[in-house]
């Protein structure tokens, strides 16, 4: 059967990291972190802007920590992502205005059997990465990240309300979801 892979999806500040590591908890199944949180991490940005590479990078990155997490838990037959190359497309074209034609090849050959949309209306909350506070600016990443899930035929699960309603909502879909891929 293979590894399935549950992709966390949505703009910066709506619950997918503690929604992702609980999740992970809860079904106990591996979880796979956010790869451009380290490798962004004490970053001077007025030195050493964000460029094209990087993105690339840290696309490359997130599949790495994939491949390595599936190698190590050959015994599971989940794992939870924190985010996907998908992600990181959006943040390209957000931060240096353009994706690059082999960031989006990265972005199409990146293959998750379950999405799971969160929605940007949430309080936001500052940390050093965070770069969006204005509620305008996450709905229009948000709809940017809609129109290029429809462009590339990704289906997802939108969650919204409180922390606990989305955290409600994904255990049952990931019940049914398991259910379904174990008959």
Known sequence: MGTKKI????GESTYKTT??????NYF?????????IS?????????NPFCESDFIKVAIGQLDLEKKSIDENKNSSLIICDTCPLVTLLWSDKLIGYYSNE?????????YDLY???DYKTKWVDDELRLIPEEKEREIFQSKLIEKCKDLEIK?????????DRERR???IIQDFTETILK
């Open 28 to 36: 106990n199944y591996p979880w796979i972190e956010e790869y451009a």
């Open 103 to 111: 960031l989006l090849k990265i972005v199409r050959e990146s293959k």
């Open 116 to 118: 799971l949309f969160l």
């Open 39 to 47: 490798y962004f991490k004490n970053r001077d940005f007025d030195k």
């Open 7 to 10: 992709c966390i999806i949505g």
């Open 156 to 164: 997802y699960h939108l969650l919204d309300g409180s922390y606990v």
């Open 170 to 172: 994904a255990i049952k």
């Open 19 to 24: 929604l992702s590591k609980n999740l992970s």
